[in-house]
């Protein structure tokens, strides 16, 4: 039996009979049957906006998926840029293809001169370093101007593989420039994380060698950030993607969507809530306080899954490797005790809030010797692959410009009243 939903408008008593397909139904068949009428879904609660074949979240059984594969087996086998290249390409690459892919990015790491002298050096002595970055991507499109041509498959490759490749190499200028320190160029023997951690961190030596176990932690932490399905940045990407703007103008509007605090601040807040809980002492006092509306438990809890975020639980299994390195920070044992007792109350239980992936990234970060301003950052360099998936699927689907309608509830026609007589 077909699975179906039967519509009838009580105005006219006019039946339509609307199948079930892929978990969604067509709103082309609402639309023949209530003209002028429109669903009113802020937030899109329950709107699908995109067919696609990317990411696969299923938030009440905690599952996701890139391409089909679990990410739980994409973060333990796997390297950043070989799942770039599959959620790109559909299919994880051969061993020939992968060494394509890794030298077209390895060698297409560096900015402009131009780019970094002149507007790099514009930004006030303490810009944001995710601001400058928002600034920096959308500024790249004025380097390459055959960025427009986004209907020619050749030319979206070369700025696909350009971004994905300047992302860190700006995030780190970035972070150098809000410090006063000297900018510096990619390493192109090292890998893409070492390459960043490199550019991030080297002083003076000759060459910076970064710990291939925190090289590995980071390369971990961009898998599991690598696309999350049609989240607020990648709706941003999306939209101005459906306009035909070019690649680097939609990232920068992606980016811009990930700098709110509500999408790529979290992992920051609850650095902020260990801090202010201060010792394990404590726990119980604040989850008391938080039941009685006095505080908020960040890191717990996700508009999509409704059971423990399975990138938590690899983060959590990677915070240890990269205390094993580091030490361990301080405000670990606080998010231990914190999850133990919040998993164990029945007012977090009942209300299916679980640790997510921001719970514990941020404790990583900073072990590393990441400074808060840069966590979206990092969270950025990464995402800058999904988006350009979700980009990319979006023009081969000859997507419409996207046009949202909307509930007026404004006033009825007015009058025109003169200044003298209001």
Not at 8 to 34: H, M, Q, W
Not at 118 to 132: K, N, Q, S
Not at 213 to 242: K, P, Y
Not at 394 to 405: F, G, W
Request: charged residues 20%.
């Amino acid at each position: 039996m077909t699975e179906s939903i039967t519509v009838t408008d009580n105005r006219s008593g006019e039946v339509v009979e609307i199948p079930i397909v892929d978990g969604g139904v067509s709103a082309d068949e609402f639309r023949k049957l209530l003209p002028g009428v429109w669903f009113h879904d802020p937030a899109f609660l329950t709107t699908a906006v995109a067919s696609s074949a990317i990411t696969y979240l299923d938030g009440d059984n905690g599952v996701l998926r890139y391409r089909g594969y679990p990410i739980e087996q994409l973060a333990e086998k796997s390297s950043y840029l070989e799942v770039a290249y599959l959620l790109l390409k559909g299919e994880l690459p051969t061993s020939e293809q992968l060494s394509t892919w890794t030298d077209d990015i390895t060698n297409h790491t560096y900015i402009h001169e131009n780019f970094r002298k002149r507007f790099l050096d514009g930004f006030h002595y303490d810009a944001h370093p995710m601001g400058m970055l928002v600034s920096g991507l959308a500024a790249l499109s004025t380097f390459y101007p055959e960025a427009k041509q986004v209907t020619d498959p050749e030319v979206r490759q070369r700025q696909i593989v350009r971004l994905i490749a300047k992302a860190p190499t700006l995030a780190a200028a970035a972070h150098r420039f809000s410090l006063g320190m000297p900018f510096v160029y990619p390493d192109n023997s090292l890998s893409f994380t070492e390459n960043f951690l490199s550019m991030m961190w080297k002083v003076a030596e000759p060459r910076y060698e970064p710990d291939p176990a925190l090289a590995r932690a980071l390369d971990v932490l961009f898998i599991l950030h690598a696309d999350h399905e049609q989240n607020c940045g990648t709706l941003a990407m999306r939209t101005v993607g459906s306009s035909h703007a070019d690649p680097y103008s939609a990232a920068a509007a992606a980016a811009a969507a990930l700098y709110g605090p509500r999408h790529g601040g979290a992992n920051e807040a609850v650095l902020r809530m260990l801090t202010q809980i201060g010792s394990i002492d404590n726990v119980d006092a604040f989850i008391a306080d938080v039941k009685a509306g006095k505080g908020k438990l960040q890191g717990f809890g996700h508009r999509v899954y409704k059971n423990y975020d399975p990138r938590a639980k690899i983060i959590k299994k990677t915070a240890d490797e990269v205390f094993a390195v580091t030490g361990p920070n301080p405000l670990l044992d606080i998010a231990l005790k914190l999850e133990e007792v919040a998993l164990s109350d029945e007012y977090f239980v009942s209300r299916k809030l679980y640790p997510n992936v921001d719970f514990y990234s941020g404790l990583i970060y900073q072990a590393m010797g990441f400074p808060t301003g840069m966590f979206t950052v990092l969270f950025a360099i990464p995402r800058t692959a999904g988006w350009l998936s979700h980009w990319q699927e979006l023009l081969e689907q000859d997507s419409k410009i996207y046009r949202p309608r909307q509930i007026w509830t404004g006033a009825d026609e007015r009058d025109y009243v003169e200044l003298n007589k209001r």
